[in-house]
């Protein structure tokens, strides 16, 4: 599609922005060279070290999910390239006429970055210093009291609602700082708050570059597409739907299911998941079947599930991220917002089953800045530290053992002890001379630990390696997939369905996962679009731009690319290694998998699960490199 007033190709404009300066260039990257946020930030991001923040070509169309923000660079946390998104912020990044900020340098102190540009006028653009310890210590304390301050400080200027981009004290102490954002609602910021989490970009954002908040908008009117004649055209052709329908029917699990009666990620996957609930820093993988369905009954299905049902999907507590869309996916109880992961890792995983605890604690986190899934799996660890006496509460300078035993635990006296634990471990990670020093990263804080005292410290610790010092908690599902050496783990760029796949095609499976999954996030695509997005976007960029071909060539010269880098390392935790035996084990004796490639790899781990474990890791390894080759 050209540009009707120039009759050009069209291109993409990137803003490039010298925090070190304050002053930024108009850059333009043509339609076919790069497609989207992806392909270009890792283009931007090997050239230039630079945190990137865009929108996908559609952004501000018709299409929902259309208008997630994609941010990308190099992760303080994982050390590769890393993409970590958030949903509905493009709806006022595209009102800036750009497509993409790419920030360099590093402001001279911590700034807060304002971007406005009214009708066609040209971007203006402010940097102005902010007091981090007065704005976090101020209202609503942290990464919400920033939010707050900057939107009060700029909204005036906007004529229409502006999105705050804002970072917690976590940004400045951790590797794993988040970058958070709320929608405005009538005048007001939203409870909804959606994250750039995984990746620690608030950390690159503000001990990088200086930047502690941006805010953006405007009243640019770009060419969006708007014609829903020809986009139901297009789905009726595909699906024998129009757009609307379909869009509703792949969307049903983050809505409503009716076939487990709850909705969301949170609803459904604690509804369906049974003996394969996680627990207790991954210690229910030593339980029998029995208790572990034991536990998902009495404690999730009647208590900690029976409480979300009743309080957000009974009471409708449900909204969009801030961009109109059928998947209503943000599960509310007042001001708490529940995502299976977040409220599973300091959940469950930390002890903890009643929402009561579980908002505690995942509002504590936020507060921080910090990404709660790595927050939370590190929490995890640290809680079995404390319960088998590894490190003391003298060493991590607070008080209390947790309840780590689902044998005589009290739902709500127990889970309210475990929050509080946590809040005080996250309170002495988050913090000036830190007696948890997560500043390079967990991983390196256990190992210093497992030197200076035991082993038993790093092996109980799950988590994906990369490179010397990377780290990410992986996405909680009882799958080998998430524990994979791929290049970008703790994302869905890898399979995890409970199948058992020999690992070489694993590897291969997880190669392609990776490819699809790059399809709707170079597009600025929310994967809970997935199901139709992932067969729909090459031919609407066909339609649209005449380049099918080429996108889908673009895409698998990103991944391979992408892959090129990957750094991953052998699981350093026995409990990783753990992790892999037990799912393999149950697959035999309670899914009754019996074939003999499982019956192969379940006996080379009983004999000797270390050299299994290497063996099983490289094969998965192979498959994904075999895959991932640049011709």
């Not at 997630?68 to 992760?75: K, M, P, Q, T």
């Not at 805010?215 to 009117?221: P, Q, V």
């Not at 990369?466 to 050496?485: D, E, F, I």
Request: hydrophobic share 35%; glycine share 10%.
């Amino acid at each position: 599609m050209k540009d009707s007033q120039t009759n050009m190709e069209p291109f993409q404009k990137v803003m490039m922005i010298d925090a070190t300066k304050g002053y930024y260039r108009i850059e333009k990257f043509r339609v076919g060279n790069f497609f989207g946020p992806v392909d270009l930030g890792y283009y931007l991001a090997g050239n230039f070290n630079s945190l990137n923040i865009g929108t996908g070509l559609l952004a501000g169309s018709i299409f929902p999910g259309s208008n997630r923000l994609i941010v990308n660079g190099f992760s303080p946390s994982w050390g590769g390239f890393y993409i970590s998104s958030m949903g509905g912020a493009s709806l006022e990044f595209d009102n800036l006429g750009l497509n993409m900020l790419c920030i360099t340098g590093k402001a001279p102190v911590p700034s807060v970055l304002y971007l406005n540009r009214v009708h066609g006028e040209e971007i203006e653009l402010i940097s102005e210093p902010v007091d981090l310890r007065e704005v976090w210590s101020s209202g609503r304390k942290g990464f919400f009291a920033m939010m707050d301050y900057v939107y009060e400080r700029f909204k005036g200027r906007y004529e229409t609602p502006p999105r705050v981009l804002a970072t917690g004290p976590a940004a400045i102490y951790t590797d794993i700082g988040a970058i958070g954002s709320a929608a405005v609602r009538d005048g007001e910021l939203s409870h909804a708050e959606t994250w750039a989490g995984r990746g620690g970009f608030g950390t690159k954002m503000l001990r990088d570059h200086g930047i502690a908040s941006i805010i953006y908008g405007g009243t640019y009117i770009d060419q969006d597409f708007t014609d829903r004649k020809v986009a139901n055209e297009w789905f009726e052709h595909k699906y024998k739907k129009k757009l609307a329908a379909k869009a509703i029917e792949a969307t049903t699990k983050y809505r409503f299911d009716p076939n487990f009666n709850t909705g969301g990620t949170l609803g459904v996957n604690y509804a369906s998941v049974g003996g394969k609930l996680l627990f207790n820093n991954y210690r229910s993988i030593y339980l029998s079947e029995e208790d572990r369905k034991e536990v998902h009954q009495k404690f999730i299905l009647d208590h900690y599930l029976k409480q979300f049902n009743e309080e957000t999907i009974q009471k409708k507590q449900q909204v969009s991220c801030g961009e109109p869309c059928a998947a209503v996916c943000k599960k509310m109880n007042g001001k708490f917002k529940k995502d299976f992961e977040p409220y599973q890792v300091m959940g469950p995983l930390t002890g903890i089953f009643d929402q009561r605890a579980a908002e505690k604690l995942n509002h504590h986190a936020d507060m921080l800045g910090l990404d709660a899934i790595s927050a939370g799996g590190a929490l995890a660890w640290l809680m079995e530290c404390l319960y088998e006496g590894h490190l003391t509460e003298k060493e991590l300078q607070m008080q209390g053992i947790p309840a780590f035993n689902h044998e005589n635990f009290s739902l709500i006296y127990d889970s309210q002890k475990n929050a509080e634990i946590g809040i005080q471990l996250l309170d002495n990670i988050v913090r000036k001379d830190p007696p948890i020093d997560f500043s390079d990263g967990a991983r390196r804080f256990a190992r210093r630990l497992s030197r200076e005292k035991n082993k038993n410290i790093i092996d109980c610790f799950v988590f994906n390696a990369y490179a010397r010092k990377g780290w990410m908690v992986p996405n909680q599902y009882w799958t080998p997939g998430v524990l994979s050496p791929m290049s970008m783990m703790g994302k869905y760029y890898m399979y995890y369905g409970n199948e058992f796949l020999e690992p070489r095609e694993l590897g291969r499976t997880n190669a392609e996962r990776m490819k699809q999954e790059l399809i709707i996030d170079n597009m600025g695509f929310c994967r809970f679009h997935r199901n139709w997005a992932e067969e729909m976007i090459p031919e609407i960029v066909e339609s649209l731009y005449g380049k099918k071909e080429e996108y889908l060539q673009s895409i698998s010269i990103t991944a391979s690319r992408i892959h090129g880098r990957n750094s991953s390392q052998f699981w350093e935790s026995e409990r990783n290694i753990d992790f892999m035996k037990t799912f393999i084990a149950r697959k035999i004796a309670i899914d009754d998998n019996n074939g003999p490639v499982i019956k192969k790899w379940n006996k080379l781990f009983h004999d000797d699960k270390t050299s299994a474990a290497l063996d099983y890791w490289y094969e998965i390894h192979k498959g994904a490199h075999e895959s991932l080759r640049e011709f």
